[in-house]
């Protein structure tokens, strides 16, 4: 079992900057594929970034550029950096790891974008 516990969201004006990050709770977890997820009301959650263990990225098309994720040396802290924020990036925002069949959530943090 993996806990995973996020923080960094909160209230942002459009064009601003915030950083979530995600703790895992064990260092087996260096391992697993870490990646953030959101979803906005009414909407499906979609992925936004994912990092494996060898430390390779993607992105959702819509946060290319504007968004990093990046994972510590441990690799127990994921990162997801966010700038040049929009109003459309408002979310409730999920922390994830995923090794084969085993997969962990955590329980979000809400970002809302907004002036």
């Known amino acids: 079992q993996v806990q995973l516990v996020e923080s960094g969201g909160g209230l942002v004006q459009p064009g601003g900057s915030l950083r979530l990050s995600c703790v895992a709770s064990r260092s087996s977890s260096s391992l697993y594929t870490l990646g953030w997820y959101r979803q906005a009301p009414g909407k499906l959650r979609e992925l936004v970034a994912d990092i494996g263990s060898n430390g390779v990225a993607k992105y959702a098309d819509s946060v290319k550029g504007r968004f990093t994720i990046s994972r510590d040396g441990a690799s127990k802290t994921v990162y997801l950096q966010m700038n040049s924020l929009k109003p459309e990036d408002t979310a409730v925002y999920y922390c994830?790891?995923?090794?084969?069949?085993?997969?962990?959530w955590g329980k979000g943090t809400l970002v809302t974008v907004s002036s």
């Open positions: 994830n790891a995923h090794y084969y069949s085993l997969e962990y």
